[in-house]
C-alpha cells in the first residue's frame, strides 16, 4: 500500500538488436560451420573422378613429353646416320654402331626418367589438391571462429544486461516492499505529530512524532534490503502490545505499561485474541503462537 506518488522506478537495460552486420555473422558461421562439417572426414578422399581426372592432366603432360623425346631422337638418329654414311661410306662400320647403341642407350634412360616423372607429376597433383582441399578446411575455420567470436561477444553481452536488469527488477521489488503500509504509517505519524506538536499540544506532538520516528525506522528497518525478515518487536503481537513497545521506545511509561496490560490480557484470551485482528504491517494474518510471538515476515 502506498501513499501518494511513489518514487520512479529503475527501467530495464535495453539489449542490443542484432544489426546486420552481427546477423551476416550468424548467417556466416552457419554456413563455414556446414561447410567443415561435409568436408572434414573427406578431406584426404579421393574417388575415381578424381583419380581419372588427375590421371587425364598427367597423361596430357606425359603424352606431350614422349613425342617431344620421339621428335628429338628421330632427328638426332637422322643426322648421326647421315654423318656416318659421309664418314665411312656405309652405316654398317663397327664405329657407327657403337655410337648409336650409346644413343639408344641414352634414349631409353630418356623415356625410363619420363615414365619416374609421369608418377612423380601424379604425387604432385595429389599433394596439391590436398594443399586446395586444407586451405578450404582452415579458410572456413577462420571464417567459422571470427564469425562466431563476433557474435557470442554480442550475446554475451546482451546476457550481462539480462542479468544487470535482474538486479533492476529486486531494487524495484524492494521499493514496492518499502511502500508498503508499514512504511508509510511512520511517514504518517510523523507528519500528524508535527501538526499536533506546533498547533495544538507540543508534548502530545513531540510523543507522536517520537512514536512516527520510531515507526519509520523500525519500516525501515524490516522492510529494507538488508533482510527479508519483519522482526519489529519480539513478544508484541497485537495493536496493544505494539503500542506497548513503541511507548517504551519513545519515553511514554503509561503507553508502555497499559499496553502491555491489555495485550498480554488480549493475547490469552482466544475470543479477544481474534478479535484483536492479529495481522501484520502488510495485511498478512500472523502466525499464531501464543502471547510471546513477534510480527515476522513470511518473504
Same mark, same amino acid.
Given at each position: 500500500m502506498a501513499f501518494g506518488k511513489s518514487k520512479p522506478k529503475l527501467p530495464m537495460y535495453q539489449e542490443m538488436q542484432d544489426t546486420p552486420w552481427i546477423s551476416r555473422?550468424?548467417?556466416?558461421?552457419?554456413? /563455414?560451420?556446414?561447410?567443415?562439417?561435409?568436408?572434414?572426414?573427406?578431406?584426404?578422399v579421393f574417388d575415381d573422378?578424381?583419380?581419372q581426372q588427375l590421371n587425364s592432366v598427367v597423361d596430357d603432360w606425359y603424352n606431350r613429353s614422349l613425342s617431344d623425346f620421339d621428335r628429338s631422337y628421330n632427328q638426332s638418329m637422322a643426322k648421326t646416320l647421315a654423318r656416318d654414311y659421309n664418314r665411312f661410306g656405309t652405316t654398317g662400320a663397327t664405329t657407327s654402331l657403337l655410337t648409336r647403341d650409346n644413343d639408344n642407350l641414352v634414349a631409353q634412360r630418356k623415356l625410363a626418367d619420363l615414365a619416374s616423372n609421369r608418377s612423380d607429376r601424379y604425387d604432385q597433383l595429389i599433394n596439391n589438391e590436398l594443399a586446395r582441399r586444407?586451405?578450404?578446411?582452415?579458410?572456413n575455420y577462420n571464417m567459422f571462429t571470427n564469425s562466431g567470436n563476433t557474435t557470442e561477444?554480442?550475446?554475451?553481452?546482451?546476457?550481462?544486461?539480462?542479468n544487470q536488469n535482474l538486479d533492476r527488477q529486486y531494487s524495484n521489488e524492494v521499493q514496492d516492499y518499502n511502500n508498503s503500509f508499514g512504511h508509510q504509517l511512520g511517514k504518517i505519524g510523523t507528519a500528524i505529530? /508535527?501538526?499536533i506538536g506546533t498547533f495544538i499540544n507540543p508534548a502530545l506532538g513531540m510523543a507522536i512524532y517520537g512514536t512516527g520516528n520510531t515507526l519509520f525506522s523500525?519500516?525501515?528497518n524490516m522492510l529494507g534490503v538488508n533482510n527479508g525478515a519483519i522482526d519489529l518487536a519480539p513478544g508484541y503481537d497485537n495493536i496493544f502490545n505494539i503500542a506497548s513497545y513503541l511507548g517504551?521506545? /519513545?519515553?511514554m511509561p503509561a503507553w508502555s505499561q497499559y499496553g502491555r496490560l491489555i495485550g498480554d490480557e488480549i493475547s490469552?484470551?482466544?475470543?479477544?485474541?481474534?478479535?484483536?485482528g492479529r495481522w501484520d504491517l502488510n495485511g498478512i494474518p500472523r502466525d499464531t503462537r501464543g502471547g510471546n510471538d513477534y510480527i515476522r515476515s513470511n518473504s
Amino acid at each position: 500500500m502506498a501513499f501518494g506518488k511513489s518514487k520512479p522506478k529503475l527501467p530495464m537495460y535495453q539489449e542490443m538488436q542484432d544489426t546486420p552486420w552481427i546477423s551476416r555473422n550468424r548467417e556466416l558461421n552457419t554456413t /563455414t560451420y556446414n561447410n567443415l562439417n561435409r568436408d572434414l572426414n573427406n578431406v584426404n578422399v579421393f574417388d575415381d573422378a578424381i583419380k581419372q581426372q588427375l590421371n587425364s592432366v598427367v597423361d596430357d603432360w606425359y603424352n606431350r613429353s614422349l613425342s617431344d623425346f620421339d621428335r628429338s631422337y628421330n632427328q638426332s638418329m637422322a643426322k648421326t646416320l647421315a654423318r656416318d654414311y659421309n664418314r665411312f661410306g656405309t652405316t654398317g662400320a663397327t664405329t657407327s654402331l657403337l655410337t648409336r647403341d650409346n644413343d639408344n642407350l641414352v634414349a631409353q634412360r630418356k623415356l625410363a626418367d619420363l615414365a619416374s616423372n609421369r608418377s612423380d607429376r601424379y604425387d604432385q597433383l595429389i599433394n596439391n589438391e590436398l594443399a586446395r582441399r586444407y586451405n578450404w578446411l582452415n579458410t572456413n575455420y577462420n571464417m567459422f571462429t571470427n564469425s562466431g567470436n563476433t557474435t557470442e561477444n554480442h550475446d554475451i553481452a546482451n546476457w550481462k544486461i539480462r542479468n544487470q536488469n535482474l538486479d533492476r527488477q529486486y531494487s524495484n521489488e524492494v521499493q514496492d516492499y518499502n511502500n508498503s503500509f508499514g512504511h508509510q504509517l511512520g511517514k504518517i505519524g510523523t507528519a500528524i505529530g /508535527t501538526g499536533i506538536g506546533t498547533f495544538i499540544n507540543p508534548a502530545l506532538g513531540m510523543a507522536i512524532y517520537g512514536t512516527g520516528n520510531t515507526l519509520f525506522s523500525d519500516a525501515n528497518n524490516m522492510l529494507g534490503v538488508n533482510n527479508g525478515a519483519i522482526d519489529l518487536a519480539p513478544g508484541y503481537d497485537n495493536i496493544f502490545n505494539i503500542a506497548s513497545y513503541l511507548g517504551a521506545k /519513545t519515553g511514554m511509561p503509561a503507553w508502555s505499561q497499559y499496553g502491555r496490560l491489555i495485550g498480554d490480557e488480549i493475547s490469552s484470551n482466544p475470543i479477544l485474541n481474534y478479535l484483536s485482528g492479529r495481522w501484520d504491517l502488510n495485511g498478512i494474518p500472523r502466525d499464531t503462537r501464543g502471547g510471546n510471538d513477534y510480527i515476522r515476515s513470511n518473504s
